[in-house]
């Protein structure tokens, strides 16, 4: 396995609302673990979110007994759900808080997938690139009711307004997957700074580009995001297998 993590405060915002976090080592009861996280909130409180979410859950699995990895992320993810919650409330500052999360880990041929929010796990399989994961916003929701079309979700004054997030509510619906994964695969997590500003094409014209490392393909990435506006901060886990 050889991966890269990169976040970059954008052209537009002053401060870095994304947090990442990203080991090939054995943690608790999983093999590895890989975190995006992109907070909301007003002042630092979004900064804060990301950041303590994703810690929470790297002590919590760090500190977990559960071997099953949807079980093991599930209590850390609702863990830092409770935590985050009870931070806004305690503090006027961090009132209404929260933040996406996408995490992922592997064991024995299979990934295993945690999102909450509209944050992005994409596997990049045969010339193919696949979204895993499914947004949790209100555009994709309309999308996928069929009262939205993907040409106007792109558009929409209200792309960015999410319906879950860790921290926002007491209790949290997390979303979970398991694929099955192959060597050559490639895995992207992501936040919208990046899938806002650079197309799925465009993705994988830099992920298909040969005798690339994952730094120089992910690094492009962070790049090509920046050159389209960088509106947002930008947030990138790429791991070839």
Do not use: W
């Amino acid at each position: 396995m050889r991966f890269y993590s990169i976040t970059e405060t954008g052209r537009v915002r002053s401060k870095n609302q994304d947090f990442v976090f990203a080991t090939d080592q054995k943690i608790g009861p999983l093999s590895n673990l890989f975190l995006v996280a992109d907070g909301m909130g007003g002042h630092n409180a979004g900064e804060f979110a990301s950041a303590f979410a994703v810690q929470t859950v790297v002590e919590a699995i760090r500190n977990s007994t559960i071997q099953e990895p949807i079980a093991a992320l599930e209590q850390a993810i609702s863990s830092a759900n409770y935590k985050v919650y009870q931070e806004a409330l305690a503090d006027p500052n961090k009132k209404g808080m929260g933040t996406t999360l996408v995490a992922a880990t592997f064991q024995d041929g299979h990934l295993f997938i945690a999102n909450v929010g509209d944050s992005r796990l994409y596997v990049a399989t045969n010339q193919e690139l696949r979204q895993v994961t499914r947004d949790h916003s209100l555009v994709q929701e309309l999308v996928r009711e069929g009262n939205l079309q993907e040409s106007e979700a792109q558009i929409h004054p209200r792309k960015n307004m999410i319906t879950r997030a860790v921290g926002a509510e007491k209790a949290v619906r997390t979303d979970f997957f398991d694929v099955e994964i192959r060597t050559g695969d490639q895995i992207v997590l992501c936040t919208d700074g990046l899938t806002n500003m650079v197309s799925d094409e465009t993705m994988s014209d830099v992920l298909f580009t040969a005798d690339e490392t994952p730094e120089e393909k992910a690094s492009k990435l962070v790049n090509i995001a920046e050159e389209n506006g960088g509106r947002d901060n930008i947030t990138v886990i790429l791991i070839e297998l």
